[in-house]
C-alpha cells in the first residue's frame, strides 16, 4: 500500500528567498547518490524551478568503500530563472564520508555549506581518503558554513524498528540526507515517497525503511537546532507556459528516433553492444517495443551497425549506438551504408578518449571521427545535440535526413547529454510535419540507383517487393544502370554524386542563427554541443556588463549552414570552446580560412561559466 | 484488377541473373551456382522473397549471378546483415554465401552467434581451404602444411573443423557436400531450406587456381566411395565401393570405427544407424576428418528448436498484447509533469 505522507503545516515564520542554488550529493559510489540526486531533481522540476543536472560518477562499478576514487557525485543547479548549467561552483556540499569531501570540497563556493557525515569521520576513512587529521579539527574547512551531522547513527536511529540487519538500515543514509535537504529547499516528499513505494513494492520492509529515514531527516530539520541554517525558498522560473518533465538526453534521444520513424512511416530497429555511456539509450528503446521499435543486442559494435544495416536493406531504419570506441569499430560498415545508399543513424555518445580514455566523463573528442573518420570519399551528414531536451528533436532531425537522403547520419550526443536532465517543455508531436518514405514500386525502367533529381537520394526498393528484384553492393556501381562498374570516369562521377547529395543537405537544413547577441561584432562564441549552457549564460553575463559578444551555436556539423562562412566574417574575433583539443575550430578554419582561435578544456568536465566569460573578457580587453 | 494470371513454373534459369559469371573457368563455384539454381527451382522458391547475403571473396560474388534479391556486403560480416534483415522482414528467405576466410576468420564471430541464436538463415560456407581473392593465401581451414604466399615454408597451424564448430556454436543443422555433386548437393540446399533456424552447410569447394585438389583425396570419383560416407537419417553408415564397410562404436571405446562386414565376425547389425537427432552422434561424424574414417557428407545433425527471429517477433507481439501502445503524446507525458501557466 502506498504511504501518502499528511502535509504538514509550518508553523516557521516565511522563509527566506534565494534565485538559485547548486547542490552537490558526494558519497561513495554505493551510498546511493545518484538515486538522491535523481529524486531531488525530480521534486524540484514538479515545483517549477528551471534546472540543470550533472551526474559524475567513477568507472569502477564498486571501488573499494571510503576511497577518493570510488567517490560518486551528483550536482544540480536549480533556479527561479532561466539556467543552463548544473552551476560552476557548488553552494551546498553534501559529503557523505572523508573522501567525498576531499574530492569535491575545492570546487564549492567560498562560504558555501558543507553538510558532512560524521558518522563516516573515523581514523580509517581519513586514512583512505589521504586525509593525516580529521579536516573538521585542522582548520581547514576554515570559510566554508560546516553542519556536521551523525548522519549513520540517526539513521539507524530512525529505522530501528523495522528490525532491518545494521548494513541493511545504514544503506538508508542517502535518503535521510535527501529529507534533510528537502527540507532545506522547500522540496515535496511526495514523489519520492511514491518512488521507495514502487521501487521497493515486492520488499515492504526496505521501503518502510527508506521511507522512515526520509521523514526523519526532513523532520530533523524542522526541530533540530539548525543554528545558522534555515529553510530557503527558490521561487518557481518564469518558464513558457505548457507541460513539463524532466528528462535526460538519454530519453529524448530515444523519443526523438522513435518519433522520427513513424514521422517516416518506418519500425525503427536498434542493434547496439553495450558501452557506457551509450547503453542507456539501448535500455531506454528497449522498452518502446509497442511503438514499432525492435532492439537487438549483437555480439560487438561490427555486428551491431551490420544488423541495422541490415534492417535498413529490409526496409526498417536502422539505428545503432555507441561511444567513441565503438563507432571506430563500426566504421567500415558505415562505408558499405554509404555506398550502397541505405539509410542508417549512428549515435555517438561521446566520452573521454583515447582508447579507453575517461569512460564516465564527458568529451566532444569525437568530431573529427565523425567528419572524417572513414577510407575514401565517404562525406556523412554530422548533427550534435546541445542539451538534453534538443536531443529530441536532432532524433526526429536524423531520421528526416537518413530517409531523405538515403544515407547514414551520425548524431553526436556525449556522456553530459546522456546523463544530464533538464525541464522539458513537451512537444505536441502533431506539429512535427511528417515525412513519410515512398519506396520504389516501379518496375518500368527499374534500376536500385535511380534517385531523384533535387536531392539525388536513391530510390529505395526492398526485397519481398515483386518485379523489382536487384543486387547492391560495396563495389562500384554505374551511374546509369546500377549494375557493378570499375569504369575509372564511372568512379569520379559517382564520387561528386554522393558528395553532392550530402552537400545538398546543406540547403535543406535552417541557415545558422545567433543564439543570442548580434549577427555583426567584436567577438564570436563558436559552440557546438553540450556546451550550449555554459557559453549561452557567459555570453549573457558579458553581455549585461556592456562586451560586444555574440554566441553561434552550431547543430549541423556537416554540411555547415550555407550562410555560416558569411556570418563568421561579420566578428573581428571567433573563439570555439570545445571539450577537446581542438576539432570544430579547424574544421571552420578549414572551411572558411578565419582566425578562430580554440578554447579547450580536456578534464571530463564540462565547462564553467565563469571560465568562459574570463576567456571572453581577456579577448575584448586585448 | 487482380486477375489471377496462372504462375508459369520457374525454371534453374530462372534464377540466374543477367551479369556474367566471372569466376576463373573450371572454379567450383559455377557447380555451385548451378545446384543453387536447381534446389531454388525444385522448391519454386519466389524470387521476390529470395534473398542472398554474402560478405567478401571469390564466393560471396554471388548474389551479382542471382535473380533474386541480393546484398554483396563486407568480408565476413554477411551473418549479421543477414540477422537485421531477417528480424526486420520475417517473411524474407534469407540465404547467407560465405567464404571459409569470410566465416571463420575475420566473421567468425559472427557466424559463431548467428548459429548460436538460431537464426533462421541458411548460411552457406564454400570451402576452398585457401583465400581465393586476395590470391591464395593459406585460410582458417587449410591443413598443416600449406604452402602459400604467406606461409612460402607451409602453415603451421592447426585449421578449424568448420562442423565442429558449427556444432561447438549450437548448431541445429548441419550438412556437408562437394560442389561437383550435382545429385547430393542441391538436396542439402533444399534440407537446409526446410530447417527453420539456422542452417549451416559447408560445401567442399575447390579453388582450380590456387588450390588446386585440396579435396580431391576425398572427392575424386574413384576415391569418394572409400573416403566418404554418405548420411541418410535412419540408415546405416556403410560406404566403400563394394557397400561392405561401415563405421561402427569401437567396443570399449568413445570413438568410431571402420570396420568391414563379413570379417572378423562383423556383421550388418554392428554398424551405425544414423539419427540426425543425436548430437554426441553428430560430433563423432564431424570428427570424422578424412583420416582413418571417412569423411561424412549429408545431414548431420538436423534437430529443430524455436528460431530466434520468431521468438523476437513472438516477445514483440505478448508486450503489445500486454501494455499496448498510447498515444505518443501520451507517452512523452506519462509519468511526473508539471504544468505552466502563462
Ligand atoms: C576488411 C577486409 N579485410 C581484408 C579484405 C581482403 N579480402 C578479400 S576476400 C579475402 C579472403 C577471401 O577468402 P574466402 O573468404 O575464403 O573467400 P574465397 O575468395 O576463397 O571464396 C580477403 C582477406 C577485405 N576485402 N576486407
Ligand atoms: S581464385 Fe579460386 S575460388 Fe576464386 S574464382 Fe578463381 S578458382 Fe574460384
Ligand atoms: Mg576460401
Known sequence: MATKLASEPSERPARRTVESVVIRF??????????????FTQSTALMGNDLATFPDFPAEIRAPVGTTYGVSAFQINFASYDIMTPGDAPDVLVAMNPAALKVHLKDVRKGGTLILNTGAFNDRNFQKAGYKANPLEDGSLGGFRVLPIDVSKLTLNAVEKTGLSQKDALRCKNFWALGLMCWMYGRELQPTVEWINKRFEKRPELAAANLAALKAGHAYGETAELSGFESVEVPKARSSPGIYRAV?????????????????????????????????????????????????????????VCSSIGASYAGQIGVTSSSGPGVALKTEAIGLAFATELPLIIVNSQRGGPSTGLPTKTEQSDLYQAVFGRNADTPVPVIASS?????????????????????????????????AAEPWLIPNVDDIEPFPVSFDIDPEGFHPFRRDETTLGRNWATPGMPGLMHRIGGIEKDYNSGHISYESNNHHHMTKVRAAKVNGIANDIPLQKVASGTERGKLAVVGWGSTFGAINQAVARSRARGLDVSHIQIRHIWPLPRNLGALLEGYDKIIVPEMNNGQLVTLLRAQYLVPAEGINQISGLPFKVADLEAEISARLEK | MNVQTPVAKLTPNDYASDQDVRWCPGCGDYAILKSVHKALADLQAPLDTTVFISGIGCAARFPYYMATYGFHTIHGRAPAIATGTKLANPDLDVWVVMGDGDALSIGGNHTLHAIRRNVDLNLLMFNNAIYGLTKGQYSPTSKVGTRSPSTPQGSVDQPVNAILFALGAGARFVARSVDTNQKHLPEMLKRAHAHKGASFVEILQ????????????????????????????????VFGKDGKKGVRMKPGALELEVVTIGENGVTEADILVHDEKNRAMALLLAGMDGGALPVAMGVIYCNPVESYDVAVHKQMREVIEKTPAIEFNKLLRRGNTWTVNT
Not at chain 1, 29 to 34: E, I, K, L, P
Not at chain 1, 285 to 297: D, H, R, S
Not at chain 1, 394 to 417: F, Q, S
Open chain 1, 26 to 39: 558526494a558519497g561513495d559510489s554505493g551510498d546511493g547518490m545518484q538515486i538522491t540526486g535523481t529524486q
Open chain 1, 387 to 419: 542539451t538534453p531536451g534538443d536531443c529530441f528533436y536532432v532524433g526526429v532531425e536524423a531520421v528526416r535526413l537518413a530517409t531523405k537522403y538515403m544515407t547514414p547520419v551520425i548524431l553526436l550526443t556525449d556522456g553530459y547529454l546522456a546523463n
Open chain 1, 248 to 304: 535526460t538526453g538519454t530519453e529524448a534521444v530515444a523519443w526523438g528516433l522513435v518519433c522520427g520513424a513513424h514521422k517516416a512511416g518506418l519500425k525503427l530497429f536498434f542493434g547496439s553492444y553495450p558501452i557506457t555511456p551509450a547503453s542507456s539509450l539501448l535500455h531506454t528503446l528497449a522498452n518502446l517495443k509497442q511503438y514499432g521499435v525492435t532492439t537487438f543486442q549483437a555480439e560487438d559494435e561490427i555486428a551491431a
Open chain 2, 206 to 237: 575447390n579453388c582450380i587456381v590456387y588450390n588446386d585438389g585440396a579435396f580431391s583425396d576425398v572427392t575424386e570419383r574413384d576415391v569418394a566411395p572409400d573416403r566418404q560416407v554418405v548420411v541418410e537419417h535412419g540408415k546405416k553408415l
